[in-house]
C-alpha cells in the first residue's frame, strides 16, 4: 500500500536549520510529484511547492525561496525538506504529499517543526 | 498568483442535513478543482479531483461541481464523522493555492 512516512518532531532554536524527510513505498517513486504543504498552528495549508521526482527540479511559492530547499535521495524513495535560518514564524506542522494536476492523493503523517529560543 | 476564497468559513449543521461549501477563484481554473477533509491532528484528505470525480474510497454522500471560477462541495447527508474542516485547491497552475478552509462544526 502506498505510503509517506515522514520524521518526527524536531524543536530548535533561532537561526539554526532542520530537514524533514518523508520516505514514499508502495509505488515507484518517480512517477509522482512530491508536494510540501505548511500549517501553521490554528491556521490552513498553505502550499509551499512541489520537487519534481524524475529529474529533481523544484519549484517554490513565493515566501518559500532562499531558506527554504527541496531535494530528493532516489536510492531510499525519500524527498526531504531543509529550513535554514529558522525563525519563529516556521513554527507549524509540514506535511508532504504526492500528486500532480488531479490533487495530492497520499500525504505524510506531518512533522512539527517548534522554533523557540 | 490565483486566490481561492471559500464561503462560509464556518457552518453549524444536524447529523443529516444536506451541506454546501462553495469555492471561488480570482481567475479561471477550468476544472483544476480539488477538496480536502481535514480532522484535526490529522493529515488531510483527498475527497474530490478535478472538480467532480470521487476519490477511491471516499463516500458517495460526498460530490463536487462546478467549472471555470465557481465550485461547490455538496455532503447530501451529514454523518458525525463529517465534522471536519474543508479546503479546496486549485491544481491548474502554480502555486497551488488552498482556500482558507470551511469548519463544519455540530449543532
Known amino acids: 500500500q502506498v505510503q509517506l512516512v515522514q520524521s518526527g518532531s524536531e524543536l530548535k532554536k533561532p537561526g539554526a536549520s532542520v530537514k524533514v524527510s518523508c520516505k514514499a513505498s508502495g509505488y515507484t517513486f518517480t512517477s509522482y510529484a512530491l508536494n510540501w504543504v505548511r500549517q501553521a498552528p490554528g491556521q490552513g495549508l498553505e502550499w509551499m511547492g512541489w520537487i519534481n521526482t524524475n529529474t529533481g527540479n523544484p519549484t517554490y511559492a513565493q515566501g518559500f525561496t532562499g531558506r527554504f530547499v527541496f531535494s530528493l535521495d532516489t536510492s531510499v524513495s525519500t524527498a526531504y525538506l531543509q529550513i535554514r535560518s529558522l525563525e519563529a514564524e516556521d513554527t507549524a506542522v509540514y506535511y508532504c504529499?504526492?500528486?500532480?494536476?488531479?490533487?495530492?492523493?497520499?500525504w505524510g503523517q506531518g512533522t512539527l517543526v517548534a522554533v523557540s529560543s | 498568483d490565483i486566490q481561492m476564497t471559500q464561503s462560509p468559513s464556518s457552518l453549524s449543521a444536524s447529523v443529516g442535513d444536506r451541506v454546501t461549501i462553495t469555492c471561488r477563484a480570482s481567475?479561471?481554473?477550468?476544472?483544476?478543482l480539488n477538496w480536502y477533509q481535514q480532522r484535526p491532528g490529522k493529515a488531510p484528505n483527498l475527497l474530490i479531483y478535478t472538480a467532480s470525480s470521487l476519490q477511491s474510497g471516499v463516500p458517495s454522500r460526498f460530490s463536487g461541481s462546478g467549472s471555470g471560477t465557481d465550485f461547490t462541495l455538496t455532503i447530501s447527508s451529514l454523518q458525525p464523522e463529517d465534522f471536519a474542516t474543508y479546503y479546496c485547491?486549485?491544481?491548474?497552475?502554480?502555486?497551488?493555492?488552498f482556500g482558507q478552509g470551511t469548519k463544519v462544526e455540530i449543532k
Open positions: 485547491q486549485q491544481s491548474y497552475t502554480t502555486p497551488r493555492t
Open positions: 504529499a504526492r500528486g500532480e494536476t488531479s490533487g495530492c492523493d497520499y
Open positions: 481567475q479561471s481554473v477550468s476544472g483544476y
